[in-house]
């Protein structure tokens, strides 16, 4: 396919804009689409204030850190993804090395730090204070019951949905027309040990095409697993959607998979290969993060909200 220039692009779920600008000038320098959404995602990882993504996200049923990562190159939709990994700084990076150094796609648990040792990653205490008391308070304020029994407690600790949410994505279009998605996120807190939501399973919570587009989501992965969600969108852009209607459309396909629109949170960003982008809701007032050549530094700009009615 003959690509034409056009202008570099980057959008994000609204807690990416600091990994945004903080590799913009790396991109004006002419970084290349996969190490632009891997360096992105570094701040977030690194930002301690996030308890959804990286050091300081929030732990799970046993206190333990896992994180979810993964990254794809349009060009060429080749990907790596890792699950479930403990103690490394940068899961994103670990995911981008099982891309590029291994056979595989996916890697999980014990397998993916054993990997990550392998390859030299940087290992890190992920469990900060003020997520330990988070986690801490929580466990606390359960019954008796709840308390004594694992299944029973990780129901009554996961009822949030808000802490379902917490995810970073990057969607990255370069000039010459390549694209490239990234995401990472600590996932569902007080989550059952081992569980792995839509951010490290391509076509679920990520996929990139460099001929129609990427889409990238947050919220309730299980959802997206489902539905394949990412997938999903791109195909509706190679059909001829906007990313708007792409986004609508995605969301509404899951309204059958839930038994209430109370707790349904599902976010979407949404990247077309023409320049195109949008990210819809099922929140009010959500925004997505964004940032064009020539700006200053990236917006926070409203996003789509579409309404479930059950």
């Known amino acids: 396919?003959?690509?034409?220039?056009?202008?570099?692009?980057?959008?994000?779920?609204?807690?990416?804009?600091?990994?945004?600008?903080?590799?913009w000038a790396d991109v004006e320098g002419g970084l290349d689409p996969v190490t632009a959404v891997e360096r992105a995602a570094w701040f977030v990882e690194d930002n301690l204030d996030d308890h959804s993504v990286g050091t300081g996200g929030l732990p799970n049923l046993e206190g333990v850190v896992e994180l979810d990562a993964s990254i794809m190159d349009g060009d060429?939709?080749?990907?790596?993804?890792?699950?479930?990994l403990a103690g490394y700084r940068h899961p994103i990076s670990v995911a981008r090395a099982v891309m590029e150094r291994s056979p595989h796609v996916l890697l999980v648990g014990e397998g993916a730090a054993?990997?990550?040792?392998?390859?030299?990653?940087?290992?890190?205490?992920l469990l900060t204070d003020s997520a330990r008391a988070t986690w801490q308070y929580a466990v606390d304020q359960l019954d008796p019951g709840e308390a004594a029994d694992p299944l029973a407690r990780v129901l009554a600790l996961t009822t949030d949905p808000e802490k379902a949410a917490g995810t970073v994505n990057f969607l990255y279009l370069n000039d010459d027309g390549s694209m490239a998605s990234s995401v990472s996120t600590s996932g569902w807190a007080w989550k059952w040990p081992g569980r792995a939501g839509d951010s490290p399973v391509i076509g679920a919570g990520n996929y990139c095409d460099s001929r129609y587009g990427a889409a990238a989501c947050t919220g309730f992965g299980e959802l997206s697993i489902r539905a394949s969600t990412a997938r999903m969108?791109?195909?509706?852009?190679a059909e001829g959607m906007t990313p708007e209607?792409?986004?609508?459309?995605?969301?509404?396909?899951?309204?059958?998979?839930?038994?209430?629109?109370?707790?349904?949170i599902m976010h979407i960003v949404i990247l077309a290969a023409n320049g195109e982008h949008a990210a819809v809701s099922t929140k009010p007032e959500?925004?997505?993060?964004?940032?064009?050549?020539?700006?200053?530094?990236?917006?926070?700009?409203?996003?789509?909200?579409?309404?479930?009615?059950?």
């Open 245 to 264: 209607e792409a986004g609508v459309t995605a969301i509404r396909d899951l309204a059958d998979l839930v038994e209430s629109s109370n707790n349904f």
């Open 114 to 125: 054993k990997f990550a040792h392998e390859v030299g990653a940087e290992g890190a205490d």
């Open 286 to 310: 959500a925004t997505y993060a964004v940032r064009e050549a020539g700006w200053d530094q990236a917006k926070l700009v409203p996003r789509t909200q579409v309404s479930i009615d059950r």
């Open 1 to 23: 396919m003959e690509r034409s220039k056009r202008a570099v692009l980057m959008i994000a779920s609204a807690n990416g804009a600091i990994g945004i600008d903080g590799v």
């Open 233 to 237: 969108v791109v195909r509706y852009l």
């Open 76 to 84: 060429t939709r080749r990907a790596g993804c890792v699950a479930g």
